[in-house]
């Protein structure tokens, strides 16, 4: 009896070390511009070429503007790296989709929507939320800028096995909870650290029915509570999604690819490592209060009170809420904000910008509050102007900017001022994430809709 992990990692491993370290095969590997230089200059210096460099994609994306990428970048970090990444592929012969390219965007939500993110896969990037792409049933996690270069020279890695974790969500969702609101819920359960050493699989029946999106949107999270990544079983849900996408495989190669894939899933009785269950009534619209993903609450809550905290985390806990100008055991809702940044490889989807238009259409966006609303890729952005949303922000008062990391870190231009209060679908609220001294609420596309027509944390469900 296997696990989904142990049935995609065994098929991986080219050769097991005296000490246990696998050498574990890489099927595609992820490059952006801030994590990779290093790795490309080592390959120079070593005189090595790629591998396998078709199953190499390079992107940028964390650093670029998401205003004007028809002209020359301002910023000169900024550009620097987007021109070595661009000459290292051309160098390496590797696939580049640069700036205005059709297929750039952020790199976790390019490559499942255009077929390179399969099942049965193994997939890394320098970059944390690569565990992103787990939910179409690979094994999918963040590395090093020593192990790019290495992956780059030889298609491999050096990997200890982690442990595995089921994390189970049964029952029905409330409306107006979303996907976001169900990682924000487990990670506030589990901590920040209470996955460590584990890969997650997710199971459930609000699993089953989520939607290929919002499978995307929990793996995502996975990294939050200190997991190596998440996984998702691949469903017909999955097969729908990836269907005639440009590199899925097609007529016959397809057939025989789904029903390959059909077989990957945990077999009954396999064993894990630790097994979580939780209930979805019990999950509302989540909000963070504090410094890290796991100092979540519902809406409705109140912050929770120094006494109800370990006593070996009250000074982190109080540094926290003084960092954020809150108050131990006072509620967050009716809160006055200053930003709303919608997007990220979290919630830069298209269903995403169709949950924010469904609470912003026929309304107006709050006078003191600056939107920025973000698409995760130019496929993402044609979507939304084809249906139509782009009409219905406009006409809310909001401007769409062009794809890419944009506020989820303050690395390119879209920074929150110091002070600042900004409700975000992003993925972190560690201090100066958004920017030096920003002050960051993540919640779901909902509850940002609802404090952008505000100005105020609110319930989104008195808006729907």
């Known amino acids: 009896m296997k696990t989904l992990f142990d049935k995609i990692w065994d098929k991986h491993v080219v050769d097991t070390l005296a000490d246990g370290t696998i050498q574990l095969y890489i099927d595609r590997l992820y490059c952006h511009e801030v994590t990779s230089p290093q790795a490309f200059a080592g390959l120079r210096e070593r005189g090595l ?9 390079c992107i940028p994306d964390h650093n670029i503007p998401t205003l004007n990428q028809d002209r020359p970048i301002e910023d000169p970090v900024s550009k620097n790296q987007v021109d070595t990444l661009e ?16 297929k750039n965007g952020i790199i976790h939500v390019v490559g499942p929507e255009t077929g390179l993110t399969q099942p049965g896969m193994t997939m890394v990037c320098g970059d944390s939320h690569t565990s992103t792409h787990g939910a179409m049933g690979a094994i999918a996690f963040g590395i090093g800028t020593s192990e790019v270069e290495m992956t780059l020279a030889t298609q491999c890695i050096m990997q200890r096995k982690p442990k595995t974790m089921r994390i189970t969500i049964d029952g029905q969702l409330q409306p107006g909870v979303t996907a ?12 920040t650290g209470g996955a460590t050493g584990y890969f997650v699989e997710y199971a459930g029946e609000v699993i089953r029915r989520a939607t290929m999106e919002e499978r995307l949107t929990i793996c995502n999270l996975s990294i939050e509570m200190g997991a190596r990544g998440g996984m998702i079983a691949p469903d017909q849900t999955t097969f729908d999604y990836l269907e005639d996408r440009e590199f899925a495989p097609r007529g016959e190669e397809w057939e025989k690819k789904v029903a390959e894939w059909r077989q990957l899933y945990s077999d009954p009785g396999a064993t894990f490592d630790k097994e979580i269950v939780f209930k979805a009534e019990d999950i509302e619209p989540m909000v963070t209060y504090g410094t890290n993903p796991g100092m979540g609450m519902g809406i409705r809550e109140n912050i929770p009170t120094l006494e109800s905290i370990d006593e070996a985390g009250r000074i982190s806990f109080k540094k926290s809420l003084d960092y954020m100008g809150f108050t131990a055991g006072e509620p967050v809702l009716g809160k006055k904000i200053d930003y709303v940044f919608l997007g990220s490889c979290t919630n830069g989807r298209i269903e995403d910008f169709r949950a924010f238009a469904s609470v912003v259409k026929g309304k107006k966006k709050a006078d003191h509050v600056t939107a920025w609303l973000v698409p995760g890729s130019w496929m993402v952005e044609k979507q939304i102007r084809a249906e139509g949303l782009d009409k219905v922000f406009e006409a809310a008062g909001f401007e769409l900017r062009q794809p890419g990391c944009s506020a989820c870190l303050a690395m390119n231009e879209d920074k929150v001022p110091a002070g600042m209060y900004a409700v975000s679908t992003s993925n972190r609220n560690f201090e100066g994430r958004q920017g030096p001294g920003a002050r960051t609420i993540l919640a779901g596309p909902l509850v940002a809709a609802a404090a952008a027509i505000t100005g105020v944390i609110t319930d989104p469900r008195e808006l729907i």
């Open 49 to 57: 070429k790629p591998f396998r460099p078709a199953q190499v994609t």
């Open 87 to 102: 000459k290292n592929a051309k160098d390496f012969g590797l696939p580049y989709y640069g700036l205005l390219h059709p």
């Open 180 to 191: 976001k609101d169900v990682a924000l819920y487990i990670i506030s359960r589990m901590s």
